[in-house]
């Protein structure tokens, strides 16, 4: 027997507001544990800005020395050290800056340096043999480029390395000491150059004099970093980069805290802040690129 049409349709409405009675516990459950893990989630990220302060704070009030090469000082005084020591406020950084042989030198006869950072991996690479660098600490950080410049406004006709030798006086850095000399020294003896100019050449001790005499047209071309040129851009102008097959490696910049380092936590956590991508956004400012 049929049951009436108004009995079916009232079973069916009982039937839904049962279902939907039944998925209301469903839904605030689920509303529940996604709450709690948006909780979770903000205790956590909350939690770990927590125990990065506490680490800064832990520095407690220190200073530290580092020994960098000449070609960083600009980017070192100007803004890196400034935002490392807005970070940790308790820490106090200092630079010397030379060419990396030197610093390698005096590394080695007992210079407190906290943290080594070099323009080519040699020094490093020595240092590290002798066991005067942390080695799980070298970090190849940057790369740089080999550049021939002329002061500005000279009418030299000079436009590739290979054509070197038409000034009348050209500025190297010594390669027995500065990284931007021995990079000079590869490239000019890879293009048959380097043997016919040395009648020419003055040697400066770091790569800044090498940029200076230039700069002040007390030599008429000289070989060094993109970075340093595009530091006195109104002074000297690049006519050629050093071709790629002159040289038999890139031009690596590594940083690394040194082993007798009195300040450890300190020197470490200045190489880590040196990799984050705001420290990396300032050296590319001044003509570096990140190494691969």
């Known amino acids: 027997m049929k049951k009436p049409f108004a009995v079916v349709m009232a079973a069916m409405m009982v039937a839904g507001m049962m279902a939907g009675c039944s998925s209301k516990p469903q839904e605030t459950t689920a509303a529940a544990t996604e709450t709690e893990t948006i909780a979770a989630e903000t205790t956590a990220a909350e939690t770990e800005a927590e125990s990065k302060a506490e680490a800064k704070a832990d520095l407690g009030e220190q200073s530290i020395l580092v020994a960098a090469a000449a070609s960083l000082k600009n980017a070192y005084e100007d803004e890196l050290i400034p935002m490392f020591e807005e970070q940790y406020p308790g820490v106090t950084v200092e630079g010397t800056y030379d060419s990396s042989g030197k610093l390698q030198t005096q590394i080695e006869e007992g210079l407190e340096a906290d943290v080594f950072?070099?323009?080519?991996?040699?020094?490093?690479?020595?240092?590290?043999?002798?066991?005067?660098?942390?080695?799980?600490?070298?970090?190849?950080?940057?790369?740089?480029?080999?550049?021939?410049?002329?002061?500005?406004?000279?009418?030299?006709?000079?436009?590739?390395?290979?054509?070197?030798?038409?000034?009348?006086?050209?500025?190297?850095?010594?390669?027995?000491?500065?990284?931007?000399?021995?990079?000079?020294?590869?490239?000019?003896?890879?293009?048959?150059?380097?043997?016919?100019?040395?009648?020419?050449?003055?040697?400066?001790?770091?790569?800044?004099?090498?940029?200076?005499?230039?700069?002040?047209?007390?030599?008429?071309?000289?070989?060094?970093?993109?970075?340093?040129?595009?530091?006195?851009?109104?002074?000297?102008?690049?006519?050629?980069?050093?071709?790629?097959?002159?040289?038999?490696?890139?031009?690596?910049?590594?940083?690394?805290?040194?082993?007798?380092?009195?300040?450890?936590?300190?020197?470490?956590?200045?190489v880590d802040f040196l990799q984050t991508p705001e420290a990396i956004a300032v050296f590319e400012s001044y003509g570096f690129v990140a190494a691969e």
Do not use: C
């Open 117 to 270: 950072m070099s323009a080519a991996t040699k020094q490093m690479k020595a240092l590290d043999d002798e066991g005067m660098i942390a080695s799980d600490t070298i970090v190849n950080l940057l790369e740089n480029k080999i550049v021939l410049i002329v002061p500005t406004g000279s009418d030299s006709k000079i436009d590739s390395f290979e054509k070197i030798g038409d000034a009348a006086s050209i500025a190297l850095g010594d390669p027995e000491s500065v990284p931007a000399g021995q990079y000079a020294k590869e490239a000019l003896t890879n293009l048959n150059v380097w043997d016919s100019i040395q009648d020419k050449v003055s040697f400066g001790t770091n790569v800044t004099e090498v940029l200076n005499q230039v700069a002040a047209a007390s030599a008429d071309a000289g070989i060094v970093y993109a970075t340093d040129a595009a530091s006195k851009a109104d002074q000297v102008t690049v006519v050629a980069e050093a071709p790629e097959e002159s040289l038999e490696k890139k031009v690596i910049y590594p940083v690394a805290v040194v082993k007798a380092t009195a300040h450890e936590d300190a020197a470490k956590a200045f």
